[in-house]
């Protein structure tokens, strides 16, 4: 059992995000706290239409929100790497759409930087 909610942060204002937020409404112990996209008027659009409390037009802002526990990057493929390093040293959870990275490189930072922030 599970003590409290677990606090999902997406991140993405467009079609697949709206994908993971469906999903995510049916999952008893998650609650979406928080959406950050660059675009403002889509991603307070998003929020309103989802009854997302929070959201952001800057990563670093959204990363900052302590009731985030676990990050869904649903951003453009070549923004993955860069934003799952960010993720993973502000020491949250992610879930990464496919495909994971545009290269082996890439792919091997991701990696190091989460087994290093655990």
Do not use: R
């Not at 993971?20 to 403002?40: C, F, G, R, W, Y």
Request: some cysteine; hydrophobic content about 45%.
């Amino acid at each position: 059992m599970i003590d409290k909610k677990i606090g999902i942060g997406l991140i993405g204002s467009q079609f697949i995000s709206t994908i993971h937020a469906e999903a995510l409404k049916m999952v008893s112990d998650a609650s979406i706290v928080a959406v950050m996209s660059p675009t403002k008027s889509n991603v307070k659009k998003f929020a309103a239409q989802f009854n997302i409390p929070n959201w952001y037009t800057n990563l670093d802002d959204f990363l900052a929100n302590e009731t985030i526990d676990l990050v869904v990057i649903g951003a453009p493929n070549y923004l993955h790497c860069e934003i799952t390093l960010k993720v993973a040293k502000a020491k949250k959870h992610l879930v990464v759409e496919k495909p994971l990275c545009l290269n082996l490189h890439e792919a091997d930072q991701m990696i190091a930087a989460c087994k290093e922030n655990k």
